[in-house]
């Protein structure tokens, strides 16, 4: 055996590879994914102001890509509404060319802030920032099933009702093929033999007739380029990262399982260059394909995600007018289905929100008002994050207590200051003292309190200031290391000249 053949043997086998029903799992879930990626990425095209084509492609290159270079396995990337929103403005003004070098760009600046450390901030994300990203996602994913409902045949109802029965009712049989590729496999059979009227993936818009070829943007390479584009970059790169790391938190959660979210960050760069050279609109991670494919099909590995990306472009180049045949009701009744499962019932339950801290409650309630406002996860989550710091500066601000004892011999009064010293808090701590009536030696012990910023030593001078001004002497003792640190190279320096 060769070293390169003793190295192979000692590798771990992916599970899909070690076992066949992971494997018919993972494929299967795949092509489920596919089917329901095609109506999605053909409305954000349209979203984008693109031809259909320029997001289906960037669909099948996200997910083929991201396969080999995300940090987390399972979960889908591929053409969104997000993105659409960011580069609908630039490809309406500037046209096709500009998009895609936009995409380009901003994947650039994906890599640069994975490789700063930007995934690492996702540690300051609430949980209850998250739970209003889960279910305002839910009811996004739901409203988005709304055009298709309203003034359309009345045999779209019963489909849907049928679609949904299948897949809830099916896994209570056999889970050996997805619950929802059966139901949409005999809707398009009863469509297509019944010869019904009702809307179909066709209808959406029109499907590529051939592949994506690689080539660079049709832009003049100018500094005037750099400068149009580089707002959009930046925005695709913040909306992109914010969103695919949310969702891979989510699926962590789901899958009891971690994830590489640095390598999730420059892989969605990676991913984004690519398909912005295949002329492609750019993307993210999408959270109703990838619960469809997590928490719906079970799937669990990287082949999943491949094989979405691969199904996706065979189904549309390949077999376009079989696809076309697809009734919408079908899709719509996975979509539902995807949207219940991913609310978070839990969260508004009456016991639940009886013994939940009302600030809790509230910036849930904020960041789902925010995402469904908008449309936008990535808005939606920064407003929770800046609510939930206001709240929790609120609540700390109050956590500081001053005690305070007169020495036995009368002579000097000693202060004992317990919590957290920051802006919020050391606003009132000037007033805690009795100036006037203290005797000529004061003593603040800080043992059991923390400096964390510039608002608190000054506060402390503003203290000494005022014992000083009545011809009286304050010893603060106590400090721990870093407060003693911050304290001796900012106190009395922070004045006015």
Known sequence: MSSSQAVASRLPRPPWLASPKVFRTEVLAGLVVALALIPEAISFSILAGVDPQVGLFASFTMAVVIAFCGGRPAMISAATGA?????????????????????????????VLALVGVAKLMRFIPRSVMVGFVNSLAILVFMAQLPHLIGVPWLVYPMVAVALAIIVGLPRLTAAVPAPLVAIVVLTAVTVAAGLAVPTVGDEGALPESLPMFGLPDVPYTLDTLKLIAPYALGIALVGLMESLMTAKLVDDITDTPSNKTRES?????????????????????????????????????????????????????????????????????????????????????????????????????????????????????????????????????????????????????????????FASSNDLVHQFDYPGDPDRVIIDLTRAHIWDASSVAALDAVTTKYASRGKTVEIIGLNQPSARLHGTLAGRLGSD
Not at 91 to 111: C, D, N, R
Not at 279 to 291: H, P
Not at 358 to 377: D, I, K, R
């Open 83 to 111: 993105i659409a929103l960011v580069v609908a403005p630039l490809a309406k003004e500037h046209g096709l060319g500009f998009l895609v070098a936009a995409v380009i760009l901003g994947g650039l600046i994906q890599i």
């Open 266 to 422: 420059w892989g969605q760069g990676v991913a984004n260059i690519v398909t912005g050279f295949f002329g492609g609109m750019g993307g993210c991670a999408m959270i109703g394909q990838t619960m469809i494919n997590v928490k719906v099909s079970g799937a669990r590995t990287r082949l999943s995600t491949f094989t979405a990306g691969v199904f996706l472009l065979f189904l549309v180049v390949a077999l376009g007018d079989i696809v076309a045949l697809i009734p919408m009701a079908a899709l719509v009744a996975v979509m539902i289905m995807v949207s219940v499962s991913t609310f978070d019932w839990h969260s508004i339950a009456p016991a639940t929100l009886r013994r939940m801290p009302v600030g809790e409650t509230v910036v849930m309630v904020v960041t789902v008002a925010a995402v469904v406002a908008t449309g936008n996860l990535a808005i939606g989550v920064v407003i929770g994050v800046l609510t939930a710091m206001v709240i929790f500066a609120r609540r700390v601000a109050h956590l500081v207590e001053v005690t305070s004892v007169l020495d036995p011999d009368g002579g000097t009064r000693i202060y004992s200051v317990q919590g957290e010293l920051f």
